[in-house]
T-cell receptor, first 117, second 111 residues
Framework: KAGVTQTPRYLIKTRGQQVTLSCSPI?????VSWYQQTPGQGLQFLFE???????NKGNFPGRFSGRQFSNSRSEMNVSTLELGDSALYLC????????????????FGEGSRLTVL | SQKIEQNSEALNIQEGKTATLTCNYT??????LQWYRQDPGRGPVFLLL???NEKEKRKERLKVTFDTTLKQSLFHITASQPADSATYLC??????????WGAGTKLIIKP
């Protein structure tokens, strides 16, 4: 079955702009998590969605937001881009959300590499 | 705060030898710990999960140990091959089952 699909794979923006990234989870998976990865840093958790509801949120400013649709597809948005937002943004899907005592593996997409100039 | 430490320096290993990667955690006691592999420009791929009551877990050439006293997990690849070259990420789960990620260790297997 198809894996997690993220679009776009690469994008370049300038400071002050906004960006929207998309994630289609594996069929049947209802939980989508978003992570930011920068060189030398571990994956930083942004937020997790399940059944169109945000279930958990990481320690990021309000410029970072997300949503999930009824078909489990998810989008994240970053407004007023800053140079420090340049990173690989990863989406991961799983059957259920972590807080549901989920110890299962995460299935990651290839990521969206954002460069802010 | 919860902290995960992995070897920050790249690990260079000769082909055929055993590679051992270390993951240390502080300020919490995870009941589960996962290991992932990440290739350049790709998303992480799940390898193994180990529970706190399991001292050791094996999968083909991979072995993971979990020492809750030392607050440490070791990840071993036996008979290493150049294709094993990648970054390996350790991710213990917190009490809310969220994964807390280490920065990863880059493993280079030399022919």
């Amino acid at each position: 079955k198809a894996g997690v699909t993220q679009t776009p794979r690469y994008l370049i923006k300038t400071r002050g702009q906004q960006v929207t990234l998309s994630c289609s989870p594996i069929s049947g998976h209802r939980s989508v998590s978003w992570y930011q990865q920068t060189p030398g840093q571990g994956l930083q958790f942004l937020f997790e969605y399940f059944s169109e509801t945000q279930r958990n949120k990481g320690n990021f400013p309000g410029r970072f937001s997300g949503r999930q649709f009824s078909n489990s597809r998810s989008e994240m948005n970053v407004s007023t881009l800053e140079l420090g937002d340049s990173a690989l943004y990863l989406c991961a899907s799983s059957l259920t959300f972590r807080g549901d005592k989920n110890t299962g593996e995460l299935f990651f997409g290839e990521g969206s590499r954002l460069t802010v100039l | 705060s919860q902290k995960i430490e992995q070897n920050s320096e790249a690990l260079n290993i000769q082909e055929g030898k055993t590679a051992t990667l270390t993951c240390n955690y502080t300020n919490y006691s995870p009941a589960y710990l996962q290991w992932y592999r990440q290739d350049p420009g790709r998303g992480p791929v799940f390898l193994l999960l180990i529970r706190e009551n399991e001292k050791e877990k094996r999968k083909e050439r991979l072995k993971v140990t979990f020492d809750t006293t030392l607050k440490q997990s070791l990840f071993h690849i036996t008979a290493s091959q150049p294709a094993d070259s990648a970054t390996y990420l350790c991710a213990p789960q917190d009490s809310n089952y969220q994964l807390i990620w280490g920065a990863g260790t880059k493993l280079i297997i030399k022919p």
